[in-house]
């Protein structure tokens, strides 16, 4: 109890169940006067506060998990809380609530989850709630139950499954909800509500090694869905000579597929010295290139628009800004190419003496180059050439470097050409 009539209480239990599930709750509750009464400045108001933290032993029930860690409340009860400055600048706060399952010999799995975002300071709240994700692992449908001399190379053909549903609902606590033209909360939420689904199926064959094994050759398909509640249309603002932003709502579906081929090898060089110390330099080079097309099932979906007062014109996809980093919905069709090798070491070694003496050493982990090239793109076919190197030194301390190089240039407004 304060001295200006505000109170504060909290309870705090905790819990367990041995070999099973632990935890702790905390609940706390706090009515805050400020100045006297009848001073311009005497203001009151009660605030709340919710600890959880829950966790499950991993003996419980196999293959199965729940774990919560939340902390919410209302976004003036930190800066009420007399005699603690730290918390009082705490402004951002963060919950979590997990579920997940594996079935146990069988290939399903599901995650479930909810999540919780709030900016003390500017008083908005986010919810994702909820955030769904199943899948299924690898299915060999032609592959017989009981093997019997080598498989067959159709039998190798795999099919799986990648499914996500989130809802994103944010609002802000100082609203006065169904006053002064605001909308009720409930109504409010679910127009300001942001769902998404993904659907994926890729399929994939392994067939035979070529040349004893020097050669891999692994074809694939893959056939998804995009789903969400709106899309956003720009256009040119002549009058204020600016881009306009504007949604519509509805249900719309981004389909896309792929089809694939790539190859792959590893070549061996072998570099023998005299010295005393360093015996031999190993060099691994698997270079590797990949053949694939994309159509374009979305092409009323690609949209350009003015995007300033020289005329520049920007192609982008209307399906887009919700929780996804949609795709493009352009077709693609060309190879991709990537060159990766490692550098490995023989040298002679005083202190260990296992195997003669010789100890080997990796002297680079890996270093090389990617990129891709698009036929039907009528400009800009070729991407950036992405460059990656890393390496341990002392068997300790790693690094790591990486650089891109863009082939083409850029004009005054910073767009390539």
């Given at each position: 109890?304060?001295?200006?009539?505000?109170?504060?209480?909290?309870?705090?239990?905790?819990?367990?169940?041995?070999?099973?599930?632990?935890?702790?709750?905390?609940?706390?509750?706090?009515?805050?006067?400020?100045?006297?009464?009848?001073?311009?400045?005497?203001?009151?108001?009660?605030?709340?506060?919710?600890?959880?933290?829950?966790?499950?032993?991993?003996?419980?029930?196999?293959?199965?998990?729940?774990?919560?860690?939340?902390?919410?409340?209302?976004?003036?009860?930190?800066?009420?809380?007399?005699?603690?400055?730290?918390?009082?600048?705490?402004?951002?706060?963060?919950?979590?609530?997990?579920?997940?399952?594996?079935?146990?010999?069988?290939?399903?799995?599901?995650?479930?989850?909810?999540?919780?975002?709030?900016?003390?300071?500017?008083?908005?709240?986010?919810?994702?709630?909820?955030?769904?994700?199943?899948?299924?692992?690898?299915?060999?449908?032609?592959?017989?139950?009981?093997?019997?001399?080598?498989?067959?190379?159709?039998?190798?053909?795999?099919?799986?499954?990648?499914?996500?549903?989130?809802n994103t609902v944010s609002f802000y606590d100082t609203l006065k909800y169904g006053k002064n033209g605001v909308k009720p909360f409930l109504?409010?939420?679910?127009?300001?509500?942001?769902?998404?689904?993904?659907?994926?199926?890729?399929?994939?064959?392994?067939?035979?090694?070529?040349?004893?094994?020097?050669?891999?050759?692994?074809?694939?398909?893959?056939?998804?869905?995009?789903?969400?509640?709106?899309?956003?249309?720009?256009?040119?603002?002549?009058?204020?000579?600016?881009?306009?932003?504007?949604?519509?709502?509805?249900?719309?579906?981004?389909?896309?597929?792929?089809?694939?081929?790539?190859?792959?090898?590893?070549?061996?060089g072998l570099y023998q010295f005299k010295s005393k110390k360093l015996i031999a330099i190993r060099h691994v080079v698997r270079p590797g290139?990949?053949?694939?097309?994309?159509?374009?099932?979305?092409?009323?979906?690609?949209?350009?628009?003015?995007?300033?007062?020289?005329?520049?014109?920007?192609?982008?996809?209307?399906?887009?800004?919700?929780?996804?980093?949609?795709?493009?919905?352009?077709?693609?069709?060309?190879?991709?190419?990537?060159?990766d090798n490692s550098l490995e070491g023989k040298i002679r070694s005083k202190k260990d003496t296992a195997d003669g003496g010789i100890k080997?050493?990796?002297?680079?982990?890996?270093?090389?180059?990617?990129?891709?090239?698009?036929?039907?793109?009528?400009?800009?076919?070729?991407?950036?050439?992405?460059?990656?190197?890393?390496?341990?030194?002392?068997?300790?301390?790693?690094?790591?470097?990486?650089?891109?190089?863009?082939?083409?240039?850029?004009?005054?407004?910073?767009?390539?050409?």
């Amino acid at each position: 109890i304060y001295s200006y009539g505000g109170w504060s209480v909290a309870v705090s239990p905790t819990y367990r169940r041995r070999y099973r599930f632990n935890g702790s709750f905390n609940l706390s509750m706090q009515s805050t006067k400020l100045n006297f009464k009848g001073d311009p400045d005497f203001s009151k108001t009660q605030t709340y506060f919710v600890n959880w933290n829950h966790s499950v032993d991993s003996r419980a029930r196999p293959g199965t998990n729940f774990s919560a860690n939340v902390s919410a409340g209302s976004t003036k009860y930190n800066r009420l809380v007399p005699n603690s400055p730290q918390r009082n600048f705490q402004n951002q706060l963060q919950s979590s609530i997990n579920y997940s399952k594996q079935w146990i010999g069988k290939p399903y799995n599901l995650s479930v989850s909810a999540n919780h975002n709030q900016n003390d300071y500017n008083h908005s709240i986010t919810l994702n709630l909820p955030s769904l994700s199943f899948s299924v692992n690898t299915l060999y449908p032609f592959q017989k139950k009981e093997f019997v001399g080598t498989p067959k190379w159709y039998e190798k053909f795999g099919v799986s499954y990648n499914g996500s549903f989130n809802n994103t609902v944010s609002f802000y606590d100082t609203l006065k909800y169904g006053k002064n033209g605001v909308k009720p909360f409930l109504r409010y939420l679910l127009d300001t509500a942001i769902w998404t689904a993904s659907h994926n199926i890729p399929m994939s064959l392994s067939l035979p090694p070529l040349f004893n094994g020097a050669l891999v050759i692994s074809p694939g398909i893959s056939y998804g869905q995009n789903w969400i509640q709106r899309v956003t249309q720009y256009e040119w603002n002549a009058a204020l000579k600016k881009v306009d932003t504007s949604l519509t709502k509805g249900v719309f579906i981004e389909h896309r597929a792929s089809f694939g081929l790539s190859l792959n090898t590893a070549l061996f060089g072998l570099y023998q010295f005299k010295s005393k110390k360093l015996i031999a330099i190993r060099h691994v080079v698997r270079p590797g290139l990949s053949f694939s097309y994309t159509p374009d099932f979305n092409r009323k979906h690609i949209k350009q628009f003015r995007a300033d007062t020289l005329g520049t014109m920007l192609t982008y996809n209307e399906i887009g800004g919700g929780v996804y980093s949609f795709f493009s919905s352009r077709q693609f069709a060309g190879m991709s190419f990537n060159l990766d090798n490692s550098l490995e070491g023989k040298i002679r070694s005083k202190k260990d003496t296992a195997d003669g003496g010789i100890k080997k050493i990796r002297l680079i982990d890996a270093y090389g180059l990617s990129t891709s090239y698009n036929l039907l793109a009528d400009s800009f076919r070729l991407s950036d050439v992405n460059l990656y190197a890393r390496t341990t030194l002392f068997e300790k301390i790693s690094i790591t470097a990486g650089a891109t190089l863009n082939p083409y240039d850029y004009n005054e407004r910073g767009y390539p050409v």
